[in-house]
């Protein structure tokens, strides 16, 4: 079975390119934990500054306890990214689907 992922996060108003530059980065350090696949999207019509960022995954399971892991034990350089990374993101969710085509 696979899952879809999405994530929308809506950043302060005109941080949109910060945010962009954080999510490259993030989205490399997912590739290297296996999860590959990547898509994002950003607005152009509805709630102005969101981002969009859809990934697959084969195991929600394997899922969580990558996300876990990615929390723990952080170096100092993951932790100041993900600190810049929340320090400009107003609101977020997120949506997992089943993929069944």
Do not use: C
């Amino acid at each position: 079975m696979r899952y879809m992922i999405r994530e929308a996060f809506t950043a302060q108003r005109g941080k949109v390119p910060e945010y962009m530059e954080d999510l490259k980065i993030i989205i490399d350090l997912l590739k290297s934990l296996g999860i590959s696949d990547h898509r994002v999207f950003v607005d152009i019509s509805g709630r102005m500054d969101t981002v969009y960022h859809e990934y697959q995954v084969d195991s929600l399971d394997q899922y969580f306890q990558t996300e876990r892991g990615f929390f723990e034990d952080m170096d100092e350089q993951t932790k100041g990214l993900v600190d810049h990374y929340n320090s400009i993101t107003l609101t977020g969710t997120r949506e997992i689907f089943e993929v069944i085509m």
